[in-house]
């Protein structure tokens, strides 16, 4: 499939990334980057192919944070299966938040509010509730070793990132030809419509948020394991909210690359306007709030699907460029 | 311990605090009524008016209820702009877009905010601000009393300017179909901007009533637009008297649920009579007028 093998260039080209950069600086930044792509990709899948625009992604991305940070601080349990219990409890939480609001029949507008309150909800109760750390937050104990999910080298947690990043790739790319794919899209054209052609659309809808949720989480529990410090405002925290959302509408919202390409755009953007002014709080994140409306206003599919259209644009002029010449050598 | 004074009083300052819950509210579900839209600038907006009426006060000396007037024109020339310049066409007409792009300039205003006056708190003293009135059984702040008695004058006047003026009536007309009012000749890029400077006011007057007894910082206004949410969502989306009604009610559960069981707690329990409201009755409680 072309969509594979274009994901497979673009992970060997990331994968050779330390090789040539050694700056920790350098590999922390596109850490993070990775980290919001995948939080993206899982937004992605439910708002960019289900057309269900959430504001409350941080409520998958705090549960899996949490989830891997507590069991193994209070439970002992080991990090790598803390890391797939958070993975398995954002997806649980997914598909009770998706149960209870697609069944009220909540869309738009309602959908954004409600998903907004349910991370609410969860932010002040982690903010009290002891088995969090309260206030405090839970501190992971340092511990660089494979077994616990804590590696010396920045180089390997950023190729475990990447290996996220590229399977989030590959779930949307199998998930755009399928045929669940398809009703997905075709309950963000038409709801209506699709029901009138025999879609579930309940179990379509539930089903995205499923993988959704399960793919923002799974960035949460990388998120605790690197930083090694989770608290409520981080978690459940609005920034991780609107840069899940962000990533996907900046790099072209329903396509593939879109997150990826956003989450490396935002943050680059991010970090410049902090070098640019000296770390000057709410910079970078009104950079974030003047591209998200320059973006819709003039580039609705995001960058990716610019280049489309510039790249369809040009190969439109090529061929008629050659039609001319045709027309000219036949006199 | 729950002697019927104590429980009165509770509620009569619900009441009270619930009326500027009610005017936020006011905004919102006007908004929402003729654009269909929930504006996630809401909350920014808020902020933004109450360092306005904070620097009115601070700079120009101007005391902060005499401010409603300067500032509810102001800030309605803004919603005005907003919607007109920014909102309108970026989003040409589609829902998810109009969301995402409020929600930008909710990121955009109260970074903006942050990045000019830092995270600070500021306040203001006015020598009537701890001023009570003895009611015989209970006192009252006199803050509040006059906050309470302002939001039903503004009720009151926007109900008038609906029911009455042309400009009411299109915007009304266009609440109701769009479509058949741009056949009808009128501009409804005008109303919904129109519509967007009466929402964007009213969070300008409640700022300015705010101001005297609450604290100013760039995320002040969020706390205010979440139980607004609610409130709206309570009275119905769009209906006018759902939103004071919704406003008051929300007001005495928040203050009996604060005397019970202390305050964070009585703020998740606004969010989940928000999120059960939101499952159960999503056309609200007292169901939309449309």
Known sequence: ?331 | MLSPLIVTTAVLNGLLNGAVYALVALGLTLIYGVLHIINFAHGALLSAALFAAFFAYRLLGVDPYLAVFLLAPVFFALGYALQRLIIGPAARGDDRNMLLVTLGLAVLIENALLYAFHADTRTIELAYAFKTIDFGFTFLAVPRLISFAAVLVVTLLLWLIMSFTDTGKAIRAVAKEKLGAELAGIDVAHIYAITFGLGTACVAIAACLLVPTYYVTPTAGNAFVLVAFTVVVLGGMGSVPGALIGGLVVGVVESLGGFLFGESLGQVSIFLIFIAVLLARPRGLFGAST
């Open chain 1, 1 to 331: 499939m072309k969509g594979l093998s274009l994901i497979a260039a673009v992970a060997t080209a990331l994968a050779a990334v330390p090789l040539v950069v050694h700056s920790n600086v350098v590999l922390n930044f596109l850490v993070v980057a990775l980290l919001i792509a995948l939080a993206g990709q899982g937004w992605n899948i439910l708002g960019g192919y289900g057309g269900q625009y959430s504001f409350g992604h941080a409520a998958f991305f705090g549960t899996g944070a949490y989830v891997t940070a507590v069991l193994q601080v209070r439970y002992g349990i080991n990090a790598w299966l803390g890391f797939g219990a958070g993975i398995a409890a954002g997806a649980a939480l997914g598909a009770g938040i998706g149960a209870l609001v697609f069944r009220a029949g909540l869309r738009s507008s309602y959908f954004a509010l409600v998903t907004l309150a349910f991370a609410e909800v969860l932010r002040i109760l982690a903010s009290v509730a002891p088995i969090t750390g309260a206030g405090v937050g839970t501190l992971i104990k340092l511990d660089l070793r494979a077994q616990s999910f804590q590696f010396q080298s920045r180089a390997i947690f950023y190729l475990v990132a990447l290996a996220l990043v590229v399977a989030s790739l590959v779930i949307t790319q199998l998930l755009e030809r399928s045929r669940f794919g398809i009703w997905l899209i075709a309950v963000r054209e038409n709801e209506d419509a699709a029901t009138a052609v025999g879609v579930d659309t309940m179990a379509v809808k539930l089903g995205a948020m499923v993988i959704s949720a399960a793919v923002t989480a799974a960035a949460g529990c990388f998120y605790a394991q690197y930083f090694l410090f989770v608290d409520s405002g981080i978690a459940y925290g609005t920034w991780i909210s609107i840069e899940a959302l962000l990533t996907p509408i900046i790099g072209g919202v329903g396509t593939v690359f879109g997150p990826l390409v956003g989450a490396l755009l935002v943050k680059a953007l991010g970090e410049g306007a902090r070098l640019v002014t000296g770390d000057a709080p709410g910079l970078d994140l009104m950079v974030y709030g003047v591209m998200l409306v320059l973006v819709i206003a003039f580039a609705p599919r995001g960058l990716v699907g610019a280049l489309a259209d510039v790249r369809d644009r040009l190969t439109g002029r090529i061929t008629a460029a050659r039609s001319a010449a045709r027309e000219a050598a036949r006199g």
